[in-house]
């Protein structure tokens, strides 16, 4: 059975700069990568459920995320958690504005469903395996780290109850017109999933 909920959303910071370095790993020790998400940091999950999410909320969150900036990251070392390996996003203050922003204008979707006091910044890689497969996956990495990544914009993925699909792409400090925002190929494909 799947984790995530028909409809379910997720407001991230997808991460393609670390992608070489991380995909083999989350592909075999990720389940959020087998669901179809791709690296990333977390700013809010689950945000609200798709059947809330209307022209109006697209347009708070397209002009949210405009009047952030874009930033520099950089992964220099590897984060442990009881049952999770993840990439140390590094300065982390922008993710943490970012989430506060975001759960100031929604406080019915704080992070992580309120099952943390304090929200950590982070790219998980693998998480829910054995000892020596972490130790595997940390000794890969660390000699390819750091890796340096520019966060431009944030993304809104929706649960089908079984893969992730990015239904739309919010730019930071964005070059788009006011109130325009990207919308990706799969669009359609996730709003019908909603329909009975």
Same mark, same amino acid.
């Given at each position: ?10 407001l ?5 700069d670390?992608?070489?370095l991380?995909?083999?790993? =989350? ?8 669901a ?22 697209? !347009? ?17 070392r ?15 203050h ?8 975001v759960?100031? =204008? ?6 992580y ?12 890689v693998?998480?829910?395996?054995q ?28 649960? !089908?109850?079984? =893969?992730?699909h990015? =239904? ?23 709003l019908?999933?909603? !329909?009975?």
């Amino acid at each position: 059975m799947s984790k995530y909920k028909i409809g379910q959303t997720a407001l991230v910071a997808v991460v393609d700069d670390v992608e070489l370095l991380v995909d083999r790993w =989350r592909q075999r020790f990720n389940s959020s990568a087998a669901a179809g998400m791709p690296a990333h940091v977390t700013v809010l999950v689950p945000f609200l459920d798709l059947d809330r999410i209307d022209e109006v909320v697209l !347009d708070e969150l397209t002009a949210l995320f405009a009047r952030q900036n874009r930033f520099s990251v950089e992964f220099d070392r590897i984060g442990r958690f009881p049952d999770v390996r993840y990439l140390v996003p590094t300065p982390d203050h922008r993710f943490r504005e970012l989430t506060e922003v975001v759960s100031a =204008r929604w406080p019915e979707a704080p992070p992580y469903g309120g099952q943390f006091a304090e929200v950590t910044p982070h790219l998980t890689v693998a998480n829910g395996q054995q000892p020596e497969i972490f130790d595997e996956v940390e000794a890969a990495m660390e000699t390819q780290l750091p890796v340096s990544a520019v966060v431009s914009s944030i993304s809104l993925f929706v649960s !089908d109850g079984s =893969r992730w699909h990015r =239904r739309t792409e919010f730019p930071l400090a964005s070059k788009l017109r006011k109130g325009q925002r990207k919308r990706t190929s799969d669009s359609e494909t996730v709003l019908s999933a909603r !329909d009975p």
